[in-house]
């Protein structure tokens, strides 16, 4: 069997289940309504998927694509963003309108732990490397949230840009936050929360994804419909910083974004297009794109 791609399609309310080499959709998974964000556990057993308008967290085995669990809340409105973190065996969901971080034992699928940001329209969470802290980034506040993750502790709420939404700390380069409004990437120093670098995007930057060897970034460009790559090696100025250097021409809406472990290709999912751009990482262009169903964003890369 062949790697695959999961995408999740927001307006078909389903997941799209794609041959990662061919393009060819096998199989096509009814979710709840809405799906938006997907994540799979670290041995590739199980698809976690927020349905952001129907409330809930659903869990689906990856071998027969059966539903194993449906999670709940009272306190979930517009469930978002997840990370897991693996040495705890936890999923963090980010509920955007109520601006809670749930914790999820992925054992059990039971919510151990939930709290508020205290900020607003908590939408997307990320974890250092070593998982010992989070990051939440808060659109409506314009700044982001670091969490003790070991004592669910907010740290501070460092200031970025303007509706800051993909976040990820790349292991050298800092903490990564890419701010829609003002089309600008915000660098920070992960320990201190200081920024240290700005960089200009395209047009509504919403996520940031690192190439497996950590020497670029991609980052969609919702409306510029391209994807921003950036050199986290790049000098200027005689000092090292992470730095747009090109704009990759993808299909229209461009949002979730995943590379292979390789980091041979990378695949983007075209909101409007209804469809995944693939890109060579060797030359960095788009050279195949993969049809789906509607509205396209969420996606992850499962190998097989």
């Known amino acids: 069997m062949n790697d695959q791609l999961l995408v999740l399609n927001k307006d078909s309310d389903t997941m799209s289940v794609i041959d990662a080499d061919t393009g060819a959709t096998e199989t096509v998974v009814e979710t709840a309504f809405n ?11 199980t698809a976690y998927v927020t349905c952001s308008l129907g409330n809930a967290l659903l869990a689906f085995d ?34 955007t309108y109520s601006s809670r971080i749930y914790v999820i034992d992925i054992e059990t699928d039971e919510i151990v732990d939930q709290f508020p940001t205290y ?12 998982e010992g ?6 659109i409506g506040s314009e ?31 800092g903490l990564l936050v890419a701010n829609q409004e003002d089309g600008m ?26 190439s497996p060897d950590g020497r670029h970034v991609l980052v969609p460009n919702r409306e510029s419909n391209d994807v921003s790559l950036i ?29 292979d472990p390789d980091g041979e290709r990378a695949f983007v999912a075209n909101n409007k297009t209804n469809d995944v751009s693939v890109i060579d990482c060797t030359t960095w262009e788009a050279v195949e794109r993969y049809e789906t169903e509607l509205h396209p964003d969420g996606i992850a890369y499962l190998p097989r």
Not at 120 to 128: C, R
Not at 191 to 203: F, K, M
Not at 234 to 256: C, K, L, N, S, T
């Open 143 to 173: 700044n982001v949230t670091a969490i003790d993750a070991e004592e669910r502790r907010i740290i501070a709420d460092p200031r970025v840009g303007e509706e800051p939404e993909g976040i990820e700390v790349h292991p050298e380069a």
């Open 133 to 138: 802290r989070a990051f939440v980034a808060n």
């Open 231 to 259: 050199d986290t090696e790049h000098v200027r100025d005689g000092e090292q910083r992470p730095w747009e250097i090109a704009r990759i021409p993808v299909g229209i809406w461009p949002g979730g974004t995943v590379f």
């Open 185 to 210: 990437l915000s660098v920070l120093d992960p320990d201190t929360l200081a920024q240290t670098n700005r960089a200009l995007l395209g047009e509504t930057p919403i996520r940031v994804v690192s």
């Open 62 to 95: 990856t071998e027969t694509w059966e539903r194993t669990a449906t999670i709940e809340d009272e306190g979930f409105d517009f469930p978002h963003g997840l990370a897991i973190r693996e040495r705890a065996n936890e999923l963090w969901l980010a509920s």
């Open 35 to 45: 799906p938006h964000e997907i994540a799979v556990t670290p041995d590739g057993e």
């Open 119 to 130: 900020q607003d329209k908590s939408h997307m969470v990320t974890f250092t490397p070593d």
